[in-house]
């Protein structure tokens, strides 16, 4: 049972590295070894070629293409005008709550910083030290998921509060609207 959870927590680590690495790199960013010394490759530019100004980041290339002799769409009836989206008004979410998911989120963040930085060392230091290391992911993760339920069961008891709340508000009024009309049709008699 404990080499189960052990291989199961191994591949948790391991997917959580690597959507991490993906999410790097879809984002634009070079993740490199990590170690700070990547080499930085640069487009070799012709030394008579003055530097182009529009475009820094390719010299000698102009941005967009320039097609000579293309009507600029000559005899296109004009696209009509999309009508504007009506403004609906956003419920309102309280601020309690908007800081709970905004903390929930942080953490997150703060934990997959820590596990990544666990992680280079772990890739990093001997067999001997790996273990400890391997311990430590261990200990952040259990302490990570016990904090997030606990967010969780927060927030789920905020709602229910909340919840409870409306429908009293509710009750409220549909008990005032129901007066209003008992004492109208009695007027009306």
Same mark, same amino acid.
């Given at each position: 049972?404990?080499?189960?959870?052990?291989?199961?927590?191994?591949?948790?680590?391991? =997917?959580?590295?690597?959507?991490?690495?993906?999410?790097?790199?879809?984002?634009?960013?070079?993740?490199?070894?990590?170690?700070?010394?990547?080499?930085?490759?640069?487009?070799?530019?012709?030394?008579?070629?003055?530097?182009?100004?529009?475009?820094?980041?390719?010299?000698?290339?102009?941005?967009?293409? =320039?097609?000579?002799?293309?009507?600029?769409?000559?005899?296109?009836?004009?696209?009509?005008?999309?009508?504007?989206?009506?403004?609906?008004?956003?419920?309102? =979410?309280?601020?309690?709550?908007?800081?709970?998911?905004?903390?929930?989120?942080?953490?997150?963040?703060?934990?997959?910083?820590?596990?990544?930085?666990?992680?280079?060392?772990?890739?990093?230091?001997?067999?001997?030290?790996?273990?400890?290391?391997?311990?430590?992911?261990?200990?952040?993760?259990?302490?990570?998921?016990?904090?997030?339920?606990?967010?969780?069961?927060?927030?789920?008891?905020?709602?229910?509060?909340?919840?409870?709340?409306?429908?009293?508000?509710?009750?409220?009024?549909?008990?005032?609207?129901?007066?209003?009309?008992?004492?109208?049709?009695?007027?009306?008699?």
């Amino acid at each position: 049972m404990k080499t189960m959870k052990t291989k199961n927590w191994i591949a948790l680590t391991i =997917v959580t590295a690597m959507s991490f690495g993906a999410a790097v790199a879809w984002a634009g960013e070079d993740p490199g070894t990590g170690d700070g010394t990547d080499p930085v490759i640069e487009e070799p530019t012709d030394p008579g070629t003055p530097p182009d100004t529009e475009n820094p980041g390719k010299p000698g290339k102009p941005e967009t293409p =320039v097609q000579a002799g293309k009507p600029d769409d000559v005899g296109k009836p004009d696209k009509p005008e999309k009508p504007e989206k009506p403004e609906r008004p956003s419920p309102a =979410v309280p601020d309690e709550i908007k800081q709970m998911v905004k903390e929930a989120l942080e953490a997150r963040k703060a934990f997959m910083r820590e596990q990544s930085e666990l992680l280079k060392q772990w890739k990093a230091a001997e067999q001997d030290n790996r273990e400890q290391i391997r311990q430590q992911l261990r200990e952040q993760l259990e302490q990570f998921l016990e904090e997030q339920k606990q967010k969780r069961e927060q927030l789920h008891v905020r709602l229910q509060e909340m919840r409870q709340e409306f429908k009293n508000q509710r009750d409220a009024l549909l008990d005032a609207a129901q007066d209003q009309a008992r004492e109208r049709a009695g007027r009306d008699r």
